[in-house]
């Protein structure tokens, strides 16, 4: 598609900005980050509770959180409870589906693999993928670190550190520069997905099994026991959540077209007045 | 300003287009859950290849995590089976397991059994250690019990032999066709760890009933369903497809994974 404003002078170069090895790798992570969370939320399913520590506690409190369904004078309820505040979540979490027909599952069956519960099917579809997750990780880091996008597009640099305060305000309101690299804020974004929240989750996934438990004890201890694993995993994937909907909301506003050029293709039409390099088309 | 009620309009069109994507999510996957399913047959070699690599990444006598007396802060929680009703076991249980007998037969040089009380008198082992339910939950007890290994190498397993299959009194699910057993196996490795015991006591008491009186196996590198209750018969075998639905397990032929270490 050819640029319909007429007016050539108004327009950046277009420029290979995403290397094959970022474009196959994050769609494989897409894919896989779907059904590990849908999944995931099917597995959380079979025991809705999260505790602080190596044990469940069931004849004492260290739960931070449980959703389940209740029964009150007015019928049954859902409801969570969340560092002890009790909300109820009758219709979205505890208890969903139709009112002559109530489903009594923590999470609703719209946002589970399979949409019923099935432990034994959401830990085989979440283990194919933890794997291939896995291995798309190693793969990214490797091609990453040798080709610079690590050093160029994702580690923030001094600049960038003292660019965060105007980048905000650009975000604030609307205005997005399209350069050859990330901005203050993107660079925070994806290093954080990247060194911080990826790592943790898996090493989080690998706590909770009993076998490496046995390998590498030190685990357990690095994060407080098996059950803070589990919770950490948790709130990183409610983390993971929260970036995909920024995520996705800036490719919107940025402009959904010229982002998934990119993603796809590899070029991507900078901002008017980025200077043009070798290999750069007009 | 159009330009921003453009932004809202595509916000707007993509909140609904991507929930919608999750509905379409929510039953388009559910074949996954047919056993039978080619795709879902691929996924299940993740499984093996978590086996494979945990058993070169793991020693075979390396230990499971064993927790301090102060860590006991509860009771066991009891889960699947608590109360067997068939006739064999509830006779066993009214003599107070005194005529139980705990069977290995298969591929050994000699079938042998043992009574409750010879059991007992065998080289002890108390460790406390953390169960972990394949649900998701955790429960940290004091098993106490004797090795499985010694008793192993008393039948004297054939070298063919590549698993231990075992045999237990309770009716974990009731059909028309009949009550299916709770069975489980493992390989020779967690069969002869160090820390598989033949449990008879728990937080320093004699084993409950809800938690598998007379004999609980422990594996403890694995989760709650490795750990079969109501222990009577372990068989050495080098083909596990003989067995229930052929997956190893009573919880492995409803889905679940058979190693069970994750």
């Known amino acids: 598609m050819s640029d319909v404003s007429g007016m050539p002078a108004a327009k950046g170069p277009l420029i290979y900005r995403q290397s094959i090895w970022t474009r196959v790798t994050h769609w494989i992570w897409a894919i896989c980050l779907f059904f590990l969370l849908l999944t995931g939320l099917q597995i959380f399913n079979a025991h809705p509770a999260l505790y602080i520590g190596q044990e469940s506690g069931f004849e004492y409190e260290n739960a931070i959180l449980e959703i389940g369904a209740f029964n009150t004078d007015a019928g049954p309820r859902g409801r969570t409870t969340i560092f002890g505040q009790t909300f109820d979540t009758t219709g979205v979490l505890g208890m969903s589906g139709a009112a002559e027909r109530p489903v009594f599952t923590a999470f609703p069956g719209a946002v589970t693999i399979p949409s019923y519960r099935d432990l034994g099917t959401g830990r085989v579809v979440h283990f194919f993928f933890g794997w291939i997750f ?17 050093r160029r597009d994702i580690v923030p640099g001094p600049s960038d550190i003292k660019g965060v305060p105007r980048d905000v305000a650009e975000h604030a309101t609307l205005r997005f520069k399209h350069g050859r690299s990330y901005g203050p804020l993107q660079k925070l974004a994806y290093f954080s997905v990247f060194f911080i929240l990826f790592p943790l989750i898996v090493a989080t996934g690998l706590t909770m099994s009993p076998g490496i438990n046995a390998a590498a004890p030190w685990m357990l201890d690095l994060f407080g026991g098996r059950q803070t694993a ?21 490719v919107l506003l940025a ?24 290999g750069d088309k007009p | 300003m159009s330009r921003l009620i453009t932004r809202r309009n595509f916000l707007r069109s993509s909140a609904i287009a991507g929930s919608g994507l999750v509905l379409a999510g929510c039953n388009q996957f559910d074949f996954l859950g047919s056993k039978e399913n080619q795709v879902r047959k691929v ?15 793991i020693g075979a006598q390396t230990l ?14 009891p ?21 139980y007998k705990l069977t290995v037969k298969g591929m050994v040089e000699r079938e042998v059994s043992f009574s409750l009380e010879e059991l007992r008198n065998m080289p002890a082992r108390s460790q406390i250690t953390r169960h972990d339910c ?20 008393m039948a004297g397993v054939k070298s063919e032999a590549r698993f231990c299959v075992y045999h237990c009194f309770d009716n974990i699910q009731r059909t028309l066709s009949g009550d299916i057993l709770y069975y489980e196996s493992s390989d020779l490795i967690d069969a002869y760890h160090p820390q598989t015991i033949l449990s008879y006591g728990l937080n320093d008491q004699v084993l409950p009933v809800s938690n598998g009186a ?26 596990l497809s003989p067995f229930g639905q052929g997956k190893g397990g009573y919880w492995p032929d409803q889905g679940y994974d058979w190693y069970g270490g994750i």
């Open chain 2, 79 to 99: 889960n699947g089976s608590v109360e067997p009703s068939t006739p064999e076991y509830m006779f066993l249980q009214a003599q107070n397991f005194a005529n």
């Open chain 1, 255 to 278: 402009g959904p077209f010229n982002e998934l050029r990119s993603m796809i293709t590899g070029w991507y039409r900078a901002s008017p007045g980025t200077p043009s390099i070798e």
């Open chain 2, 43 to 57: 996924m299940e070699q993740a499984n093996v290849l978590t086996y494979q690599v945990q058993r070169q990444l």
């Open chain 2, 64 to 77: 499971a995590r064993e927790y301090s007396a102060s860590e006991i802060r509860q009771g066991m929680k």
């Open chain 1, 134 to 150: 896995v291995a798309t990780m190693l793969v990214w880091f490797v091609a990453s670190f040798i080709n610079g996008h690590i």
């Open chain 1, 230 to 250: 589990r919770t950490i995993h948790f709130i990183v994937m409610v983390l993971l959540v929260a970036f995909f909907i920024i995520h996705i909301a800036m």
């Open chain 2, 134 to 153: 394949v649900e998701g939950w955790s429960c940290i007890a004091k098993w106490t019990g004797t090795p499985l290994g010694p008793i192993l190498d």
């Open chain 2, 214 to 239: 007379p004999i609980r196996l422990r594996i403890e590198r694995a989760l709650g369903y490795k750990q079969p209750k109501y222990l009577h018969t372990i068989e050495l075998v080098d083909d």
